[in-house]
């Protein structure tokens, strides 16, 4: 059974930091595009962060500089580092692996940046 899960979410002031972490499992994730995604209350979905296959990055502007894509093939497993976090940064965050047509979702780790 495929699956994607994610885990390190919270709750964290203003300025801290936090580390997310996605398992995959039910297929090697090697050849997958990974990316995080992630979706305010009243907001789209957005991308945050992808690394390739290859293991090339990109990220939206709004992170760029605070968050840390990463993923470990031979453990199955995609991270995000994130540092310096704002109240803006409050959402739920999605991980999801795709290779050519074949897209697959995790169900999401809330995080909330607060004081």
């Known amino acids: 059974q495929v699956q994607l899960v994610e885990s390190g979410g919270g709750l964290v002031q203003p300025g801290g930091s936090l580390r997310l972490s996605c398992a995959a499992s039910?297929?090697?994730?090697?050849?997958?595009?990974m990316r995080w995604y992630r979706q305010a209350p009243g907001k789209e979905r957005e991308e945050v962060a992808l690394?390739?296959?290859?293991?090339?990055?990109n990220y939206a502007d709004s992170v760029k500089g605070r968050f840390t894509i990463s993923r470990d093939n031979a453990k199955n497993m995609v991270y995000l580092q994130m540092n310096s976090l704002k109240p803006e940064d409050t959402a739920v965050y999605y991980c999801?692996?795709?290779?050519?047509?074949?897209?697959?979702w995790g169900q999401g780790t809330q995080v909330t940046v607060s004081s």
């Open positions: 999801n692996a795709a290779y050519y047509v074949t897209r697959y």
């Open positions: 039910g297929f090697a994730i090697s050849n997958y595009a």
């Open positions: 690394i390739t296959n290859a293991g090339d990055r």
